[in-house]
Structure formats: C-alpha cells, structure tokens
C-alpha cells in the first residue's frame, strides 16, 4: 500500500498536481509571475487592480517582496457603502486608498499552512502587522481562516496558497479597513 502511495504522489508531483495554483477569476495563476501580473488577469479583481494602479502601488507590489496579500473581489469592494470606491480613487484621497491598499499587505511570504500554525501557536487568534500599519486578527473558524478588520469586520479566505514569484496571494470576500 505504502509504494502505491509513494508512486501517486511522485507522478502528482511530477506533473505538477499537487502544487499547482488554484485559478482566480477564471485565470490561471503562476508562480513565475508577480502579483501585479496575475492579479490583472484575474476577472474578479478588476477594482482591485484599478486601485492599486490609482494609488500608485504597482511597482511596489511588482518589487522583490515576498508578500502576503489578501486580494478582496470585486464583490467585495462593492459591498463597501455606494460611492466609497468611486470617493477612494479620487486623487485627494490618495492617503487614504493608500492605507486602505497596504492594509491588506503583509511584508512576508505566508501560506495558509502558516497563517493556521500562528493561529494555533497563538491560542486560536494571531495578530497580523500589515505593511499599512493597521493591526489586524486571524482565526480559524471550522477550517476557513478569518481575518478581523479595525472595524470588527470578519473577511474570510475563499481561496488560499496562490504562490507568486515575489508572494502569495489569499483571495478575501470583503475589504479590510483601519480602526477609526
């Protein structure tokens, strides 16, 4: 049984099975490329990407890194109140959308295997530090890791682990925002 296993998991590797990204938006994601260049091919973070270009933040999230970051959907964005994004990338909020963005930046490479292991090493919450200066919670609640906003808002992770050459990208179903 033991070498059956063994030669699954060697041809899974070998053809790249087990470790391939999953698909964003309806585009493959890969890990020879940046999170700029697969964010942009991706159909469901096309308001995340106009903000990052907005808030002049390409070449940073191109830069070396490694990054962690948790990309919010469209869907996300459009749960914030009417007129926030359209407010947020006018040039005068430039600070702002700024914050916002790097809010959601960690200046390290972690994957959900990680993130799940603080969140354990922790007691069952972790502190997460973001590039933005805001200070935000992780919890595993049932096997979805959540991430807690400075407002109390709970975004979880709906698709993990999409490794970047400078990174990795968890997709979030809300936007994280500072505390007031």
Avoid: Y
Avoid at 32 to 60: F, K, P, R
Avoid at 109 to 138: K, Q
């Amino acid at each position: 049984m033991k070498t059956i296993l063994a030669t699954l998991a060697v041809t899974a590797l070998g053809t790249g099975l087990a470790f391939a990204n999953p698909r964003v938006g309806g585009a493959p994601m890969f890990e020879t490329q940046n999170i700029v260049e697969n964010a942009v091919n991706s159909a469901d973070h096309t308001t995340l990407v106009a903000a990052v270009q907005a808030a002049g933040l390409v070449e940073t999230l191109q830069g070396e890194g490694p990054f962690t970051v948790f990309a919010p959907t469209n869907d996300a964005f459009a749960m914030l109140p009417a007129g926030t994004v359209e407010d947020l990338l006018k040039p005068e909020n430039l600070a702002t959308l700024q914050t916002i963005l790097t809010c959601h930046v960690v200046p390290t490479r972690a994957l959900w295997g990680d993130i799940n292991g603080m969140i354990r090493a922790d007691g069952g919450s972790h502190s997460i530090t973001t590039v933005g200066g805001c200070n935000f919670t992780a919890t595993n609640r049932n096997g979805v890791i959540t991430i807690e906003d400075g407002r109390g808002t709970l975004a979880r992770v709906t698709i993990a682990d999409v490794r970047q050459s400078n990174g990795v990208i968890h997709v979030i179903d809300r936007v994280l925002l500072p505390a007031m």
